[in-house]
């Protein structure tokens, strides 16, 4: 199966060196392109993608409204903000607006390759420890709920899943979790979709998300 990419960034040589790393994959195509979020807002439209590379500070409109406004959309396609800064309150503002994860610019072609098919499979978060350090410095401006968790859909998590939530947030991978709870891989994956499925949510980075406004998880540690 062929991912389907599109590149969103103001600078023509970036999308360049992007497109020409993609189209020497077997499974991946660009098939679109844009400059600027407004355009890339109308090609979206008329264009079928499985993942969105989005940069962030773009003319007319962000990368962080885009990525909010493109995930708005019935089924939309999986977004990873590019970003110059490992720990960038965009890429923080850009995972609050839906996206599945981040990368930096700079990245090697090959970590950029496994980021694009771990985003596009839904089976793994970009760089979760990465995640939970943006998390854990930007999470002042996350709203204070008090430390019991108001979102609905926690209150059905059983008690197991609850527990593998709390250690997705804390970035730890599945294969992390299985060991430290003594579980199977495929057990610990299981309680992953059930979670993402009662709480609503497309993927791990919204878990994390979630986690700390809820107050599940705090920075620095447990609620």
């Known amino acids: 199966m062929t991912i389907r990419v599109m590149l969103v960034d103001d600078q023509v040589l970036l999308r360049t060196g992007f497109r020409m790393v993609l189209a020497a994959q077997p499974d991946m195509e660009v098939v679109a392109e844009a400059g600027d979020g407004v355009e890339a807002l109308q090609v979206l439209a008329a264009t079928a993608v499985d993942v969105v ?133 495929a057990t610990v994956k299981t309680h992953v979709g059930r979670i993402l499925t009662k709480l609503g949510l497309r993927d791990r980075v919204q878990v994390v998300v979630l986690a700390y406004e809820t107050g599940l998880v705090r920075a620095g540690g447990l609620g």
């Open 53 to 185: 590379l989005m940069d962030v500070r773009m003319p007319k409109l962000d990368g962080v409204e885009t990525t909010r406004r493109i995930c708005l959309e019935p089924e939309p396609p999986k977004v990873l903000i590019l970003t110059t800064f490992d720990l960038d309150e965009y890429a923080f503002s850009g995972l609050k607006a839906g996206a599945s994860g981040f990368m930096l610019k700079d990245v090697p072609p090959g970590e950029l390759l496994t980021a694009i098919r771990s985003v596009h499979s839904g089976d793994a978060v970009v760089a979760p420890s990465t995640t939970r350090r943006l998390l854990d410095r930007f999470a002042p401006m996350l709203p204070s709920t008090g430390k019991e968790p108001k979102h609905k859909g926690i209150e059905r998590l059983t008690e197991r899943e609850r527990e593998v939530m709390i250690l997705v947030a804390q970035g730890l991978s599945n294969g992390e979790i299985a060991a430290g709870l003594v579980l199977s891989e």
